[in-house]
């Protein structure tokens, strides 16, 4: 960044005459700008260095370097910093050879204050412009990734007791700038939790970055996160904004956050304490405003006890946990998310006759999904193609053994999970029909006295 904290542009100021130097130093602090001073080319570069310069304003005519080789110096280490060259010996020839050596532009002494003011804007119009420029290509990037790499669900699918306590949370967090932590089994759609969390806050409207932390390495991912300077390291060709940069004013989702190495981890405590950070290769602070949500498959409590995961930064991201539950604890959402998925794939294949049976219904809520909803879509998927008729039955359904599984057999008959679906549906119908039971037995297709048995016998009276 070349801006302080306030988002003020930094204008750095080499002159050896005193007088001029402060002249031009109180002008450009009544335009709002941070002004640092130099009386000569050495003692600028150490400026640059240490601050996040965006214009630098050097006379040509100084002893020892002159503004040129300032100029030609600034654009090896900063090549985004802008440099207006001022000069008393101001020649056709001088300017083009400073526009040459890449000078925003060149002014001839003596000039007035309006002048001044009038060429030192002109510049910093087109900083804001590279600035937004740059952004934008960072996010290009970012979003081209993101369609190849994004594993889309749709909307949350689920009607189930833990589903309708998963919505009331999302919507409290919601509400919060607090750090959440989302914790679930592998395809649960820890993701999606973080997405709608963001849908439903005040930075609904600003970036959602994502990162996986466990599918880079620790070079790759600090990079990723902070972003490097360009030369930080071979292959470093220029510079790059990290994931936290491009996230700013919105939320970053790091998922799998169980997986990162600790010296990711020293680095990752110091922005969720001070929201500031370097870049990899880098001097100048960089300080961001986001919302940060977490997940992971892996238990973080154990991984600290095992001295593989930082207490503090444990107890930084642990302040709203939100916990996701495995398909097989809200196993009467499947048939609701089977017929989801089946639509989807239906369009996609163009079948729009494919249905699936009764027995295939019941085959998938007997299974203990190991792969969570990922796995029910991808079944779900296979299915629809390889099925030779327009009926989906159990023996086109890819299952693994956890169809037949002890502890899949063990948690419900089939007339439990039968119920489990009817209720389900009743309850569903209910909603719809805002509680006028006339009507949810219409859509329910039974009569109305069959629907009050059934809403006695499920307890929903």
Not at 137 to 159: K, P, S, T, V
Not at 220 to 248: D, I, N, Q
Request: glycine share 8%.
């Amino acid at each position: 960044m070349r801006k302080s904290e306030e988002n003020i542009v930094i204008v750095l100021i080499v002159e050896d005459n005193e007088t001029l130097r402060e002249g031009m130093a109180q002008v450009l602090a009544k335009m709002g700008l941070q002004v640092i001073q130099a009386a000569d080319g050495p003692t600028a570069l150490q400026h640059l260095r240490q601050n996040g310069v965006g214009l630098v304003i050097a006379d040509y005519r100084m002893a020892g370097m002159d503004g040129i080789e300032v100029l030609k110096q600034v654009k090896k280490e900063s090549p985004a910093t802008e440099v207006l060259i001022i000069t008393a010996y101001g020649s056709i020839d001088l300017a083009v050879q400073a526009m040459q050596f890449g000078a925003a532009d060149f002014l001839a002494k003596p000039f007035s204050h309006e002048e001044f003011k009038l060429r030192v804007a002109k510049v910093l119009e087109k900083i804001e412009q590279e600035e937004k420029l740059s952004r934008l290509d960072a996010e290009n990037d970012y979003l081209r990734q993101e369609l190849d790499q994004a594993l889309n669900f749709g909307h949350i699918i689920g009607e189930s007791p833990r589903m309708q306590e998963l919505y009331r949370t999302i919507n409290k967090v919601a509400r919060t700038d607090s750090t959440v932590i989302i914790y679930g089994e592998s395809g649960t759609g820890k993701e999606l939790v973080a997405r709608a969390v963001h849908r439903t806050s005040e930075r609904a409207n600003h970036p959602f970055i994502r990162v996986n932390c466990g599918a880079l390495a620790e070079g790759v991912l600090e990079s990723e996160l902070f972003g490097h300077e360009k030369g930080a390291f071979t292959g470093a060709l220029r510079r790059k904004r990290g994931r936290f940069e491009l996230a700013h004013t919105g939320t970053i989702f790091l998922d799998e956050i169980g997986d990162i190495a600790m010296g990711i981890q020293v680095k990752l405590l110091r922005v969720l304490q001070e929201r500031e950070f370097e870049r990899v290769g880098g001097e100048q602070t960089i300080t961001v405003d986001v919302r940060v949500i977490a997940a992971t498959h892996r238990d973080l409590r154990s991984l600290v006890e095992q001295g593989k995961f930082r207490e503090d930064l444990y107890y930084r991201l642990h302040i709203i946990p939100v916990y996701l539950p495995p398909l097989r604890e809200r196993s009467e959402d499947i048939p609701l998310l089977a017929e989801h998925f089946l639509q989807r794939v239906r369009q996609s294949i163009a079948r729009p006759e494919l249905v699936l049976s009764q027995a295939a219904v019941q085959s998938l809520c007997r299974y203990a999904w190991p792969g969570n909803v990922r796995e029910l879509e991808n079944v779900l998927e296979r299915a629809a193609v390889l099925a030779e008729g327009d009926v989906i039955e159990p023996q086109d359904l890819p299952l693994g053994p956890g169809d037949s599984s002890p502890a899949a057999a063990a948690a419900q008959s089939l007339d439990e999970m039968l119920d489990q679906v009817e209720k389900s549906a009743i309850e569903r119908a209910l909603r719809q029909a805002k509680g006028v039971k006339m009507e949810a037995a219409r859509i329910l297709g039974i009569k109305t006295s069959a629907l009050y048995y059934k809403l006695e016998k499920y307890g929903l009276m």
